[in-house]
Antibody
Framework: QVQLVESGGGLVKPGGSLRLSCAASGFTFSDYYMNWIRQAPGKGLEWVSYISSSGSTMYYADSVKGRFTISRDNAKISLYLQMNSLRAEDTAVYYC??????????????WGQGTLVTVSS | SYVLTQPPSVSVAPGKTARITCGGNNIGSKTVHWYQQRPGQAPVLVIYYDSDRPSGIPERFSGSNSGNTATLTISRVEAGDEADYYCQVWDSSSDHWVFGGGTKLTVL
């Protein structure tokens, strides 16, 4: 069965960096677009970034552009999110989610359970 | 940027029909997806392409989209349907995914 397991969250000071990972299993990872979505405590969902199946195309929300970098290693069946210059407003649960095999504009059919990032001094 | 507007809350008695709206400028020209998020859990896709149901989602869940409003309809509501519901569209003008603010469904 499809599984997505996020890791790497934790407490970091403002201005610091953190790298999230998402380990995938149960499907041909290299065939699928992948996404990061976050949810601040008590708030709604906010899409963060997506990456194409080959890793050649990435898009970012305006709120993270220039600070976050999405990447993937299809050989290691893993998705990553490098987060730099972290701010208090980046505090959230970060989810990875599977997109489509065909396009980045098709919905997310599987989600991980999320990893909590807390930015605080 | 494209904005999706949802009511913060909807309440419905068990066995009745709940309708959750998602407003956006000419949203009928876009494809809308809906997610259910129960407390403490990850979101689950319940409707895609406006009105299609993934396997395992009960037929009680349906969707429509026209004009400036998309609607998620849950028939014969059960206590287990109590959750937050989010609509989502792809904004091709910005190459961004957009989520609505979410609607908390309360089963009375």
């Amino acid at each position: 069965q499809v599984q997505l397991v996020e890791s790497g969250g934790g407490l970091v000071k403002p201005g610091g960096s953190l790298r999230l990972s998402c380990a995938a299993s149960g499907f041909t990872f290299s065939d699928y677009y992948m996404n990061w979505i976050r949810q601040a405590p008590g708030k709604g969902l906010e899409w963060v970034s997506y990456i194409s199946s080959s890793g050649s195309t990435m898009y970012y929300a305006d709120s993270v552009k220039g600070r976050f970098t999405i990447s993937r290693d299809n050989a290691k069946i893993s998705l990553y999110l490098q987060m730099n210059s972290l701010r208090a407003e980046d505090t959230a649960v970060y989810y990875c989610a599977r997109g489509s095999r065909y396009s980045g504009s098709l919905p997310f059919d599987y989600w991980g359970q999320g990893t909590l990032v807390t930015v605080s001094s | 940027s494209y904005v999706l507007t949802q009511p913060p809350s909807v309440s419905v008695a068990p066995g009745k029909t709940a309708r959750i709206t998602c407003g956006g400028n000419n949203i009928g020209s876009k494809t809308v997806h809906w997610y259910q998020q129960r407390p403490g859990q990850a979101p689950v896709l319940v409707i895609y392409y406006d009105s299609d149901r993934p396997s395992g989602i009960p037929e009680r869940f349906s969707g429509s989209n026209s004009g400036n409003t998309a609607t998620l309809t849950i028939s014969r509501v059960e206590a287990g349907d109590e959750a937050d519901y989010y609509c989502q569209v792809w904004d091709s003008s910005s190459d961004h995914w957009v989520f609505g603010g979410g609607t908390k469904l309360t089963v009375l």
